[in-house]
C-alpha cells in the first residue's frame, strides 16, 4: 500500500507525537478501565456502558494507528534563511484580497497542520494552491465557495522547503 507523506512543520510533529503518547498511555489505560467495569455489571449482550466504551476503545486504536502511521511519513517543513522570492510551503504570506481590499497573513502548511482560524491554511485547500510559486506584487485568481477571488501578494516571509522524513519513534 503506498501511504501517502505527511507534511509537517517540526512543532506539527510534536504535537502529533505528544497526542500519540497521550492516546496510549492514559486513553488507552481510561478505556480499558471502563471496559473491565462494565463487564462486572454482567451480561454485556445489553449493556450500553460497555458498548460505549468498545465504541471509544475503537475510535482510540484507529486513531492511534492513524497517528503513527501519519508520524512513520512525516517529512519536515525546513526553514530557510532570509525573505522568500516565492511562495511554498511554510511560507508566511501577506496578501491583499483584491476583492474585499482586506490585508491578510496567512501561513501555508500541510493539510495535517491547516487551522483557518488562525490563518494556517493548507497548500491543498483553493488558496493554498493559488498562492503556492506566486511571488512579490504577483495577483492570483483562487474560487472559493463564496466564489472566485483575487490576492495580491505583499509580502513573503520565513520561506521554507521540504525537508528529510521525520526519524521514526
Known amino acids: 500500500m503506498n501511504e501517502k507523506e505527511t507534511l509537517l512543520t517540526e512543532e506539527g510533529l510534536r504535537k502529533l507525537e505528544a497526542e500519540l503518547d497521550d492516546l496510549k498511555t492514559v486513553h488507552r489505560k481510561e478505556v480499558n478501565d471502563r471496559i473491565r467495569q462494565a463487564k462486572e455489571f454482567g451480561d454485556i449482550s445489553e449493556n450500553a456502558e460497555y458498548e460505549d466504551a468498545k465504541q471509544e476503545q475503537a475510535f482510540v486504536e484507529g486513531r492511534i494507528l492513524k497517528l503513527e502511521t501519519m508520524i512513520r511519513n512525516a517529512r519536515i517543513i525546513q526553514e530557510t534563511e532570509g525573505l522568500g522570492d ?33 490563518a494556517k491554511i493548507s497548500n491543498e485547500s ?17 474560487t472559493t465557495p463564496s466564489g472566485e477571488i483575487q490576492l495580491k501578494i505583499i509580502s513573503i516571509r520565513g520561506n521554507r522547503k521540504t525537508g528529510a522524513k521525520a526519524k521514526a519513534t
Open 86 to 118: 516565492e511562495v511554498h510551503l511554510g511560507s508566511t504570506v501577506k496578501i491583499k484580497n483584491m476583492t474585499s481590499g482586506l490585508d491578510l497573513d496567512y501561513t501555508i502548511v500541510g493539510s495535517t497542520e491547516s487551522d483557518p482560524l488562525n
Open 126 to 142: 483553493p488558496i493554498g494552491q493559488a498562492l503556492i510559486g506566486a511571488k512579490p506584487g504577483q495577483t492570483v485568481s483562487a
